[in-house]
């Protein structure tokens, strides 16, 4: 299953040279279902879900929209005039336009709205458990894919010494939900993102249906058992990690991901992306101990034939709001235990002019979103829209950062996830708090 890169490719040189992160050891084929009840350490699903929920902190959702997403398409400011000035070609009609509503922008209040590929987020966004923040990003003005990716996950700006991302230094500082479990956060990919690097017991699985140690049903449930056996006799810290691994090899195939049927009559699409937010779904209501799952959606470098009303871009924002519609469905309006916050970001936007190829490209402001019960939602977030007009544009181009993104997931980090080290979580960084949760 493939996660992390773009679908399509949209022409930028850089965003198509990144390589894929690989984990070596995560096997691809291969299943120990059939033999797990045998080789299940006895004593693990007994004391992981037995354990009582002694913390109120909810469970993160964490999405990266890699490529640089546009947020003007994703979220319309269809009262500011200039936008349509600087997209002829590419904008989304305003909400009153004459015309058909399959291309009419849905408003959610006098001045933004979604277009209609997005229209599977607008029960979250009317529930007031959506909140959409514009104007969004980071005040360093870097354009680079893997840079600001890897600021933005990190937490910090122009800093190489700094490794461990931004929710593994939280994971680190805080207990966990359960003490015993072997798996506290996992990124669905092929290797586990910036983000989530310096979180204990947290490992990258790119299909947690599919997580073995390979070979057949047979040899790869012997294989587990020994090694379980073998790591079990010696407590160094490598071995402690070594049996959390294979450990959590086990409690993976007791999870019955194949089976697991959404509740309210969600509908997950057919997707990498659809079908990786199932499988968060399916850990979060196994009740195995996951605080934190990252999830990344590729597809929004749209230098080229970006065409928001049908083509590369509406399939894209389609994706991406019909698959976190469902979860919201299946999960965030469900939980009894534990709360559920998702939240999604990007690098940078895209410029606020249309391009010779109808496309877009590199920017700097864009959108980021939270969703949940948590979550002071029904609204659009801006601290002063700063305009679309040539002379309100960074460098006559960009819509201007007018809110770090650290302001709004340090308010989640500390009223929703229990933090009291914010300093730790985001070094250098004195967020403001903005009223983003409840």
């Given at each position: 299953m493939t996660i992390h890169l773009d679908e399509e490719d949209c022409g930028c040189t850089e965003y198509r040279e990144l390589s894929r992160r690989q984990f070596v050891g995560t096997a691809a084929t291969g299943s120990v279902a059939a033999v797990a009840a045998a080789y299940f350490p006895a004593w693990l699903p007994k004391v992981?879900?037995?354990?009582?929920?002694?913390?109120?902190?909810?469970?993160?959702?964490?999405?990266?929209?890699?490529?640089?997403?546009?947020?003007?398409?994703?979220?319309?400011?269809?009262?500011?005039?200039?936008?349509?000035?600087?997209?002829?070609?590419?904008?989304?009609?305003?909400?009153?336009?004459?015309?058909?509503?399959?291309?009419?922008?849905?408003?959610?209040?006098?001045?933004?709205?979604?277009?209609?590929?997005?229209?599977?987020?607008?029960?979250?966004?009317?529930?007031?458990?959506?909140?959409?923040?514009?104007?969004?990003?980071?005040?360093?003005?870097?354009?680079?894919?893997?840079?600001?990716?890897?600021?933005?996950?990190?937490?910090?700006?122009?800093?190489?010494?700094?490794?461990?991302?931004?929710?593994?230094?939280?994971?680190?500082?805080?207990?966990?939900?359960?003490?015993?479990?072997?798996?506290?956060?996992?990124?669905?990919?092929?290797?586990?993102?910036?983000?989530?690097?310096?979180?204990?017991?947290?490992?990258?699985?790119?299909?947690?249906?599919?997580?073995?140690?390979?070979?057949?049903?047979?040899?790869?449930?012997?294989?587990?058992?020994?090694?379980?056996?073998?790591?079990?006799?010696?407590?160094?810290?490598?071995?402690?990690?070594?049996?959390?691994?294979?450990?959590?090899?086990?409690?993976?195939?007791?999870?019955?991901?194949?089976?697991?049927?959404?509740?309210?009559?969600?509908v997950y699409p057919n997707t990498s992306f659809?079908?990786?937010?199932?499988?968060?779904?399916?850990?979060?209501?196994?009740?195995?101990?996951?605080?934190?799952?990252?999830?990344?959606?590729?597809?929004?470098?749209t230098h080229s034939a970006q065409d928001p009303l049908f083509g590369s871009m509406y399939r894209t924002m389609q994706d991406f709001s019909n698959s976190l519609a469902a979860f919201y469905a299946d999960v965030i309006t469900t939980a009894t235990t534990n709360g559920v916050t998702a939240v999604a970001v990007s690098e940078f936007g895209r410029n606020a002019r249309e391009n010779g190829s109808n496309g877009t490209d590199h920017g700097r402001g864009t959108v980021m979103f939270a969703m949940g019960k948590n979550i002071a939602g029904g609204r659009v977030m801006v601290n002063s829209w700063p305009g679309l007009a040539q002379a309100n544009l960074e460098n006559g181009q960009d819509l201007k950062v007018t809110i770090d993104y650290r302001d709004i997931l340090a308010e989640i980090v500390q009223n929703r996830l229990g933090s009291t080290s914010l300093p730790t979580v985001f070094p250098g960084w004195t967020a403001t708090m903005r009223g983003a949760t409840r």
């Amino acid at each position: 299953m493939t996660i992390h890169l773009d679908e399509e490719d949209c022409g930028c040189t850089e965003y198509r040279e990144l390589s894929r992160r690989q984990f070596v050891g995560t096997a691809a084929t291969g299943s120990v279902a059939a033999v797990a009840a045998a080789y299940f350490p006895a004593w693990l699903p007994k004391v992981v879900l037995a354990e009582s929920h002694a913390s109120t902190r909810d469970v993160i959702l964490s999405v990266f929209m890699r490529g640089g997403a546009d947020g003007l398409s994703l979220c319309v400011p269809f009262g500011d005039p200039a936008y349509y000035t600087g997209r002829s070609t590419i904008a989304i009609p305003r909400p009153d336009a004459a015309g058909t509503t399959t291309t009419k922008g849905i408003a959610l209040d006098n001045f933004f709205a979604f277009p209609q590929a997005m229209a599977g987020l607008v029960p979250a966004f009317t529930a007031q458990d959506l909140l959409v923040v514009h104007a969004t990003g980071q005040f360093n003005n870097s354009r680079s894919h893997f840079d600001a990716q890897r600021y933005m996950e990190v937490g910090k700006p122009n800093d190489p010494a700094l490794v461990t991302g931004w929710l593994g230094r939280h994971l680190a500082t805080v207990p966990p939900l359960r003490s015993n479990a072997p798996l506290r956060a996992l990124g669905l990919a092929a290797g586990l993102q910036k983000s989530l690097v310096g979180a204990p017991k947290t490992l990258p699985i790119s299909n947690p249906a599919n997580f073995s140690l390979g070979g057949t049903a047979a040899t790869s449930g012997s294989r587990l058992a020994f090694l379980q056996n073998d790591y079990s006799t010696a407590s160094d810290p490598v071995h402690a990690a070594a049996l959390d691994a294979t450990n959590t090899v086990a409690l993976l195939a007791t999870v019955g991901f194949a089976s697991y049927k959404p509740a309210n009559g969600a509908v997950y699409p057919n997707t990498s992306f659809g079908n990786a937010l199932k499988s968060v779904a399916a850990l979060i209501k196994a009740d195995i101990g996951i605080e934190a799952a990252q999830v990344d959606i590729g597809g929004w470098d749209t230098h080229s034939a970006q065409d928001p009303l049908f083509g590369s871009m509406y399939r894209t924002m389609q994706d991406f709001s019909n698959s976190l519609a469902a979860f919201y469905a299946d999960v965030i309006t469900t939980a009894t235990t534990n709360g559920v916050t998702a939240v999604a970001v990007s690098e940078f936007g895209r410029n606020a002019r249309e391009n010779g190829s109808n496309g877009t490209d590199h920017g700097r402001g864009t959108v980021m979103f939270a969703m949940g019960k948590n979550i002071a939602g029904g609204r659009v977030m801006v601290n002063s829209w700063p305009g679309l007009a040539q002379a309100n544009l960074e460098n006559g181009q960009d819509l201007k950062v007018t809110i770090d993104y650290r302001d709004i997931l340090a308010e989640i980090v500390q009223n929703r996830l229990g933090s009291t080290s914010l300093p730790t979580v985001f070094p250098g960084w004195t967020a403001t708090m903005r009223g983003a949760t409840r």
